[in-house]
C-alpha cells in the first residue's frame, strides 16, 4: 500500500530565506508526482507536475525533483515571500490513477 | 478559460438527512475525482468518473455515491448524513487519465453535518 510522507509538518522562516520541502514515498510505481498549494479553507492550487519519466520541474521560483530510485521528492521555495504562507501538499498518482496525498506541510514566511 | 466549480461552497445539514454536491469540471476535461478532506484524515479519495462511468472507488460506505452526465459535469450524494461526514469535499478534474495528467481542483464544498 503507498504511503505518503511529507516532513517538516510546519515550517517557520524569515522573509528571503530559499526553503526545502520533502515528500517521501514507499512505492516507486507512479505515473506522477504533483505539488500542491492550499490556502485556509480552499482548494488546492497546482504548482507543478512531474512525469513519472522526468527528474524535475521548475516554474519561477519553484523547483520540483523526483527520485523514485530513493521514493523521494522535494519542492524547492527561492526566495521566499509571505505570500508563500500556506499548506503545501505533494500527491501521487498511483497505478489506479487516483491521488494519494501526503499530509502537507504547514509554511510560515515571516515579514 | 473557467476552473473547476463546485456547488454549493458551503452547506449545514442535520444528521439523517441526504446532500448533493455539484462538479463542473474545466470545458475539455474527461475525467472527474472526489476528496474528502477532514482535519484528522487528511486528503482520502471517494471515487473517479471517466465518460460517464465510474472507474475507480475508494474505501467509503456505500452512502457515498456519484455518476457523471454527458457533459461530464459530475454530482456526489451521500445519504444518511452522520456527524462524522463533516468535511471539505473537493473536486478534481483533468484531460484524461494516465501518467502525463493534471488535476485541477475546485474551491471545494465545505458540508457541515449537525
Known amino acids: 500500500k503507498q504511503e505518503v510522507t511529507q516532513i517538516p509538518a510546519a515550517l517557520s522562516v524569515p522573509e528571503g530565506e530559499n526553503l526545502v520541502l520533502n515528500c517521501s514515498f514507499t512505492?516507486?510505481?507512479?505515473?506522477?508526482l504533483q505539488w500542491f498549494r492550499q490556502d485556509p479553507g480552499k482548494g488546492l492550487t497546482s504548482l507543478l507536475l512531474?512525469?513519472?519519466?522526468?527528474r524535475e520541474q521548475t516554474s519561477g521560483r519553484l523547483n520540483a525533483s523526483l527520485d523514485k530510485s530513493s521514493g523521494r521528492s522535494t519542492l524547492y521555495i527561492a526566495a521566499s515571500q509571505p505570500g508563500d504562507s500556506a499548506t503545501y501538499l505533494c500527491?501521487?498518482?498511483?497505478?489506479?490513477?487516483?491521488?494519494?496525498f501526503g499530509s502537507g506541510t504547514r509554511l510560515l514566511v515571516r515579514p | 478559460k473557467a476552473g473547476v466549480t463546485q456547488t454549493p461552497r458551503y452547506l449545514i445539514k442535520t444528521r439523517g438527512q441526504q446532500v448533493t454536491l455539484s462538479c463542473s469540471p474545466i470545458s475539455g476535461h474527461r475525467s472527474v475525482s472526489w476528496y474528502q478532506q477532514t482535519p484528522g484524515q487528511g486528503l482520502q479519495f471517494l471515487f473517479e468518473?471517466?465518460?460517464?462511468?465510474?472507474?475507480n472507488k475508494g474505501n467509503f460506505p456505500g452512502r457515498f455515491s456519484g455518476r457523471q452526465f454527458s457533459n461530464s459535469r459530475s454530482e456526489m450524494n451521500v445519504s444518511t448524513l452522520e456527524l462524522g461526514d463533516s468535511a471539505l469535499y473537493l473536486c478534481?478534474?483533468?484531460?484524461?487519465?494516465?501518467?502525463?495528467?493534471?488535476?485541477?481542483f475546485g474551491q471545494g464544498t465545505r458540508l457541515t453535518v449537525v
Open positions: 468518473y471517466f465518460s460517464e462511468t465510474q472507474r
Open positions: 478534481a478534474s483533468s484531460l484524461e487519465q494516465g501518467g502525463s495528467t493534471e488535476a485541477f
Open positions: 512531474i512525469q513519472s519519466s522526468q
Open positions: 512505492d516507486s510505481a507512479i505515473y506522477n
Open positions: 500527491a501521487l498518482m498511483d497505478s489506479s490513477y487516483k491521488l494519494i
